[in-house]
């Protein structure tokens, strides 16, 4: 099979299924993910499907969002990575913001023992990974929890965000890119991810590779308002490129 006719054949599978992923679809035509992966990022410049963790959605489900558990399993080993180089960018006896996101989560359960740290989070999965953390000053910001990633939004939230100022916030998005800012699946929880990036003096964004050049429906913050990118080395060098001339530095781990 051809490459056109296998790209028609994967619009099709994603339409039909709502979603498609790369080793399924490397198993059913019988080559290899990374042939899958380009399949998917030339469909996606041709607005035909849209890159997600793991494979691809129609174009038009901007709205597409994975649950708890199946960002917790995707790219695994890049979130380690990620999450440990940013134990090197939190502060000495400081405040950090930990945004709601699987990878931030990752870097929450990396807190080195010896850390002396107040964190402020709106996710109940970190909140509970820190809570007997013995040098961590745990304030958990309140409101109406969405299920699907445990993360509390609306007013409450924002308010909470509103009254301090942190040294650090490590923020998480579903998409990102130099056009498109960051991105993700729902407006309340982008507001809080606006209220989170706006109340602390330095801005980390740990976001792995395969979320770059993602748009979804709720745009909460341009990448230049991006201190630190800190993602894989799976993030194409002229993509890099293209982030760092924005004003964003990145470190690909």
């Known amino acids: 099979m051809y490459a056109p006719e296998r790209q028609q054949e994967i619009v099709r599978l994603a339409r039909d299924g709502g979603r498609v992923d790369v080793l399924s679809l490397a198993d059913t035509f019988q080559v290899t993910a990374e042939t899958i992966r380009r399949d998917l990022k030339a469909l996606d410049r041709a607005g035909l499907v849209r890159r997600v963790h793991g494979g691809a959605i129609p174009a038009g489900r901007l709205d597409f969002e994975p649950d708890l558990a199946e960002r917790e399993s995707t790219a695994a080993d890049q979130k380690d990575r990620i999450a440990e180089a940013a134990i090197a960018e939190l502060p000495h006896d400081g405040t950090v913001i930990l945004d709601a996101g699987s990878t931030v989560a990752r870097l929450a359960a990396s807190l080195p023992l010896e850390a002396t740290l107040t964190v402020v989070t709106h996710s109940l999965p970190i909140a509970a990974r820190l809570a007997d953390h013995p040098g961590v000053q ?6 109406r929890v969405r299920t699907r990633t445990r993360a509390a939004v609306d007013a409450w939230a924002l308010r909470a965000y509103a009254e301090i100022r942190a040294d650090v916030v490590f923020v998480a998005a579903n998409g990102f890119s130099p056009t498109g800012g960051l991105t993700t699946p729902d407006l309340a ?65």
């Open 138 to 143: 745990l304030h958990l910001v309140g409101g």
């Open 189 to 253: 929880e982008a507001a809080v991810k606006r209220a989170a990036l706006h109340a602390a003096r330095r801005v980390v964004l740990l976001a792995d590779s395969s979320k770059s050049g993602q748009e979804h429906f709720a745009r909460f913050g341009d990448l230049g308002e991006v201190d630190l990118l800190i993602t894989d080395r799976g993030l194409d060098p002229e993509d890099a490129s293209a982030v760092e001339s924005g004003g964003t530095e990145v470190l690909r781990v």
